[in-house]
């Protein structure tokens, strides 16, 4: 990984002629990302970490187009996410609760290839209703994100995402 991506800043400094003889001497620090900066862990070192508090879901994405999370009628009742932190290295599991299915209970849960799983109801408390796993390690490893919505008349509907 580049240093300066790690370390967060750049420090720049130069000296600008303004006529008469006379210089001005810049400095400036260049923030190459506040997520970078803020990150807490890296890897496999983000292992149970909570990705809002440590800084890693600042730069987050989406790895694939969200799962449709849907009853046993094919009502689509919200989505599962595998989510990945760049300045992080580190995945984990997101699920969205559709607020008009009046969702009583849902979870987010993250696997990996090597018999490893971080759950967690980390709640916005907002409708729509985002829940979050922990982090686990995103290098050398595949991932999968897993969520379940059990809402009124529903049952209890599980998804879960493709490997990455």
């Given at each position: 990984?580049?240093?300066?991506?790690?370390?967060?800043?750049?420090?720049?400094?130069?000296?600008?002629?303004?006529?008469?003889?006379?210089?001005?001497?810049?400095?400036?620090?260049?923030?190459?990302?506040?997520?970078?900066?803020a990150a807490?862990?890296?890897?496999?070192?983000?292992?149970?970490?909570?990705?809002?508090?440590?800084?890693c879901s600042?730069?987050?994405?989406?790895?694939?187009?969200?799962?449709?999370?849907?009853?046993?009628?094919?009502?689509?009742?919200?989505?599962?996410?595998?989510?990945?932190?760049?300045?992080?290295?580190?995945?984990?599991?997101?699920?969205?609760?559709?607020?008009?299915?009046?969702?009583?209970?849902?979870?987010?849960?993250?696997?990996?290839?090597?018999?490893?799983?971080?759950?967690?109801?980390?709640?916005?408390?907002?409708?729509?209703?985002?829940?979050?796993?922990?982090?686990?390690?995103?290098?050398?490893?595949?991932?999968?994100?897993?969520?379940?919505?059990t809402a009124?008349?529903?049952?209890?509907?599980?998804?879960?995402?493709?490997?990455?």
């Amino acid at each position: 990984m580049d240093i300066r991506r790690r370390l967060g800043a750049l420090a720049m400094a130069a000296v600008i002629p303004v006529g008469g003889g006379t210089l001005l001497a810049v400095s400036a620090t260049l923030a190459t990302s506040t997520a970078a900066m803020a990150a807490a862990c890296w890897d496999r070192g983000c292992y149970g970490i909570d990705p809002q508090t440590s800084g890693c879901s600042a730069n987050a994405y989406t790895v694939y187009p969200a799962t449709p999370l849907k009853d046993s009628g094919g009502t689509t009742l919200g989505t599962e996410e595998l989510r990945y932190s760049t300045s992080c290295g580190a995945n984990w599991a997101r699920t969205t609760a559709y607020s008009q299915y009046n969702p009583h209970a849902s979870g987010a849960d993250i696997y990996n290839n090597i018999s490893q799983h971080q759950g967690g109801d980390y709640n916005q408390g907002n409708p729509p209703w985002l829940l979050w796993s922990f982090m686990i390690g995103g290098a050398g490893e595949s991932d999968r994100a897993c969520g379940w919505i059990t809402a009124e008349g529903s049952g209890t509907p599980t998804t879960c995402t493709n490997w990455a």
